[in-house]
């Protein structure tokens, strides 16, 4: 039985914080948005009817619930631990992005708001954005790194075809989190009519608790499939890390679940090293403030946010949501960093034994598994998030594997 | 009482308005930068906000972001802005300087040893962007104890039920960012604006500065009118960012700062 007064699921508190980190450190211009937003989610929470349009869109639109699948072959492979998928990977547009973003935007109609604004990375959270004001027909401006327009150019046509005006962006570095800042720049000029849909479990307070509820739904399917399946829960639950919301979906329902063992893996990049070729928040950064939250952060000793280095355009972030950094510290959760190699591998692995593409970002969830799975006895049970499908990145792929795909492989 | 606050009450008494201009320390380099802070009371400066450079301005238009990189790839550093404070109080013991920028750098410094630090090389106030007064007992609270004005964003979207909590913890001055948007975007109109800086008057004593969209010694002048004053950034961060000398921006300064002294 849960212990009310022990529980992990409470967080954060009217301060948005969780422990020390969340909070909202933006600028007065967006703080009365912020608090607007803040109240609107918290009457929607407790609305029936607000969640009975998101589940009969999940269900219908996007393919809602995905199937929790056991990887029969992988863990003959593996020759330990039973492994088991939760294929979120099937969702529409094909990643877990679309369940956060189906909660913002059907809050933002509630709101009155006629413009969506996004940042993407790889472009999945750009995609499902565009995706879905598509479907209701709302204006939507998607920033991107202008490094990240170049590397992940089917994205890019896929955002214009849905209708999306995508803005290449060239300040900072031109990557996920300058991305971020550009959002945060239209938002504080277009403070009337524009919803800031953010794509992962960071931010200012709501948006960390808000991002995870909506992407909840991945951790309680995966509980009650588990259930039918084994009869109980998992012994350990693993997901990928960027900005962390695939994996606090997986692993929210379960904080309370005290035999659960929670491990999220963050990208290890070249090696969590000194010259900072990772994305590994945790395992190689200090708490600092961002983007609207303190969380654990890569910078330099002055305090200047270092940019991330990753295989992964979905991992390439330098901070992490800050519950994860909450779950880190207090040591419910632990977190540990694989390397682009580890997770190529695992990539190839997961094609050859079990027919599916997954993307590069589960991939290192999936590497973590290969490492730990054959230690482990054959009654363990293993659930891993599948969290986005491979094919946007099979041109990435093709290039670390040294295959020369032509021009479509530009 | 702070320098800032002995400025104001020095300028109430002549009855004139205050001009406040923004400079982005270290860029494009340390010396240019603190030649350019060292001539900026004489080209008629009131208050000298001092950007402290970080790689993610949020609040920031592309000419203060290129600021701050310049800076930061010129190695400028918390340390040496403070240096630069330092070298510039030898020479000038009455100008108040703000400290203009974002959190992290402060709070990975600590929060203590900041304080200590910028009130010992004689910074007046902070004006902190990502600290909306939810957030006081970060930085606001201790800094005023520590004997340093925090001064206060107030914006459009700060409406009569919030501004009281905006002006609470607020001192030395409040500045009222005339614009939703960011540095050097869109220009300010003294139509829209004087109507706001009378709302915001209502409810304090403390002067009302206003910053964000004035480039011109017409738009200083007409802004500075309907407030105690105004800021100038971009446009002066642009003539430096051009090339030219620093004697020549220090002439468009006076030329800004004439207009807002006409008001």
Redesign the interface.
């Given at each position: 039985m849960n212990d009310l007064f022990n529980s992990f699921m409470t967080g954060p508190d009217e301060?948005g914080r969780f422990g020390i980190f969340g909070?909202?450190?933006?600028?007065?211009?967006?703080?009365?948005?912020i608090l607007e937003l803040e109240e609107q989610y918290e009457r929607a929470k407790t609305d029936d009817s607000f969640w009975a349009e998101m589940e009969f869109l999940w269900k219908h639109y996007v393919g809602r619930p995905s199937p929790l699948y056991f990887a029969e072959r992988l863990t003959e492979h593996l020759g330990g631990a039973k492994v088991y998928m939760k294929r979120d990977e099937l969702n529409h547009t094909g990643a877990h992005k679309i369940n956060n973003v189906l909660g913002q935007i059907i809050l933002a109609r509630r709101m009155g708001k006629t413009r969506i604004i996004a940042e993407t990375g790889a472009g999945q959270h750009g995609v499902a954005t565009a995706t879905v004001c598509a479907k209701f027909g709302l204006k939507c401006v998607v920033y991107m790194g202008a490094h990240d327009v170049e590397r992940q150019q089917p994205n890019v046509f896929r955002m214009k075809l849905l209708g999306a005006e995508v803005v290449p962006v060239t300040?900072?570095r031109g990557t996920l989190?300058?991305a971020m800042?550009d959002a945060?720049?239209d938002w504080?000029?277009?403070?009337r009519d524009t919803f800031y849909c953010i794509g992962t479990v960071a931010g200012p307070h709501p948006y960390p608790a808000m991002v995870r509820d909506f992407q909840s739904i991945i951790g309680k399917e995966a509980k009650e499939q588990m259930l039918e399946a084994e009869g109980r829960l998992p012994d350990t639950i693993i997901a990928a890390i960027g900005g962390g919301s695939n994996a606090m979906g997986l692993f929210y329902p379960f904080l309370d679940d005290k035999e659960v063992e929670i491990i999220g893996v963050e990208a290890g990049g070249k090696g969590v090293n000194a010259k900072m070729e990772h994305c590994a928040s945790l395992t190689g950064g200090r708490p600092?403030?961002?983007?609207?939250n303190?969380t654990y952060?890569l910078?330099d000793?002055?305090?200047?946010?270092l940019e991330g280095y990753s295989i992964s355009a979905g991992l390439d972030y330098p901070g992490i949501g800050p519950e994860h950094s909450w779950l880190h510290d207090i040591g419910r959760a632990q977190y540990v960093a694989i390397t682009d190699k580890e997770a190529l591998e695992a990539f190839q692995l997961c094609c050859a034994t079990e027919g599916i593409i997954p993307a590069l970002e589960p991939s290192h969830a999936l590497a973590h598994v290969m490492k730990i799975a054959p230690d482990l006895p054959k009654d363990h049970i293993i659930c891993m998030n599948m969290c986005g499908r491979g094919d946007k990145d099979i041109y990435s792929v093709a290039r670390h594997l040294g295959i020369d795909m032509g021009e479509e492989g530009r | 009482m702070t320098r800032i606050d002995a400025k104001f009450a020095a300028l109430r008494e002549t009855g004139t308005k205050a001009f406040v201009a923004y400079v982005m320390a270290g860029d494009p380099d340390l010396d240019t930068s603190l030649q350019l802070v060292k001539g900026l009371p004489d080209a008629g400066v009131d208050i000298i906000e001092l950007g402290l450079p970080f790689t993610d301005p949020m609040a920031d238009g592309t000419t203060i972001q290129l600021a701050g990189q310049r800076a930061l790839e010129g190695g400028m550093t918390l340390d040496r802005t403070l240096d630069m404070v330092r070298r510039f109080r030898e020479g000038d013991d009455t100008t108040p300087i703000v400290m203009m920028g974002y959190y992290n750098p402060i709070y990975s410094r600590g929060v203590d040893r900041f304080l200590e630090q910028a009130k010992e090389a004689g910074i007046d106030g902070l004006i902190i962007v990502d600290l909306p007064p939810e957030e006081d007992e970060e930085l606001c609270i201790p800094a005023q104890a520590a004997g340093l004005n925090f001064i206060r964003l107030a914006t459009p979207t700060t409406d009569d039920k919030r501004l009281p909590k905006v002006l609470q913890n607020t001192s030395g001055f409040v500045y009222y960012v005339s614009i939703t948007g960011i540095t050097g975007a869109a220009e300010a109109q003294a139509t829209d604006v004087g109507p706001e800086v009378a709302r915001i008057k209502a409810a304090t004593d403390l002067p009302v500065i206003v910053g964000f969209g004035i480039k011109t010694p017409d738009a200083s002048e007409s802004i500075a009118s309907v407030a105690d004053g105004c800021v100038v950034g971009s446009a002066i961060v642009s003539e430096l960012a051009s090339g030219k000398p620093v004697s020549e921006v220090l002439n468009f300064v006076k030329t800004l700062a004439d207009g807002a002294h006409r008001a």
């Open positions: 301060k909070g909202r450190f933006v600028s007065e211009t967006l703080m009365p948005l300040s900072g989190k300058d800042n945060l720049r504080v000029t277009n403070v600092g403030v961002l983007h609207g303190r952060l910078q000793d002055d305090g200047q946010i | -």
